[in-house]
């Protein structure tokens, strides 16, 4: 759930190792402790092209606050991004950090990270032949899609409220709950900008096919309400057919923290 797949039309990764949860035995390096790897020329121009791509599908998609994180951050488009890099831009401008993970985390070790203002970022990247679909997250999922709303003050505050309410949960039907209100928030939310709806949602945006889905009206587009997300079941491998739109980040965060409470989670 951290790094969900990217979806796209009939594909099918459940078996692809990538997407089989590690469970730690040992923390993750955090900020400073992650390694850059020795990535290859290829590898950097996979980033290129991806980067290329979304710069220019994202201007009137993207959110207002998405695209001053991406600027904020300067991840550049040259070579892919450090860890440590990010997390010491995130550190100073919303208090949080990077730990590298291998790959998909256990379901309780990545939110009790979230809890402690910890993002489990991935450092290998898709290969060419993955551009469009890849069945599990990658670094240009991670960095690229998930970063820039942790620079913005409010999203990094209500991300780091569903670890903890995650963490408090010792409900499955609540979890599942919880699971659909990541789900479209974080990886498939949509906000009302002045320019009309706009994509915040990380799985989104690491999708150029499930961008440019995403506001068309094929898309039924309700109100945020976090008993209707909880409510709503999803498909991980297919285009969304149902996306719901916040008014601020404000609301985001007050609304999901009234309905944890509700639940006893906060
Ligand atoms: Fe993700």
């Not at 997250?137 to 505050?157: L, S």
């Not at 976090?226 to 739109?245: G, K, M, N, S």
């Amino acid at each position: 759930m951290q790094n969900t797949p990217t979806p796209s039309a009939n594909a099918s990764g459940a078996d692809d190792p990538r997407c089989i949860p590690h469970k730690l035995t040992a923390p993750l390096p955090v900020g400073d402790q992650c390694p850059y790897p020795a990535y290859t020329a290829e590898e950097h121009e996979v980033w290129r092209s991806l980067y290329d791509r979304m710069e220019m599908l994202l201007p009137g998609r993207a959110a207002d606050e998405f695209l001053t994180g991406l600027l904020a951050l300067d991840l550049g488009k040259q070579r892919i991004p450090a860890l440590a890099e990010v997390s010491r831009k995130l550190s100073r401008t919303t208090n949080w950090q990077i730990a590298r993970t291998p790959g998909l985390l256990d379901a309780h070790d990545f939110f009790s990270y979230l809890a402690r203002r910890i993002f489990p970022c991935t450092d290998y990247l898709r290969s060419r032949a993955e551009l469009d679909y890849t069945p599990a997250p990658d670094c240009f999922h991670d960095i690229f899609g998930h970063t820039p709303m942790i620079m913005h003050p409010r999203f990094a505050n209500f991300y780091q409220k569903i670890g903890q309410a995650a963490v408090n949960c010792p409900d499955p039907a609540v979890e599942e709950g919880l699971t659909r209100i990541y789900w479209f928030t974080v990886e498939f939310g949509l906000i009302n900008n002045p320019g009309g709806p706009r994509i915040y949602g990380n799985g989104i945006i690491s999708s150029a096919g499930e961008t440019q889905h995403s506001l068309t009206d094929q898309v039924k587009k309700i109100a945020y309400r976090p008993e209707a997300l909880a409510a709503q079941p999803y498909d991980i491998w297919h285009f969304q057919e149902t996306l719901f739109v916040i008014e601020s980040f404000d609301q985001l965060e007050q609304e999901f923290v009234r309905w944890a409470r509700d639940h006893r989670l906060l």
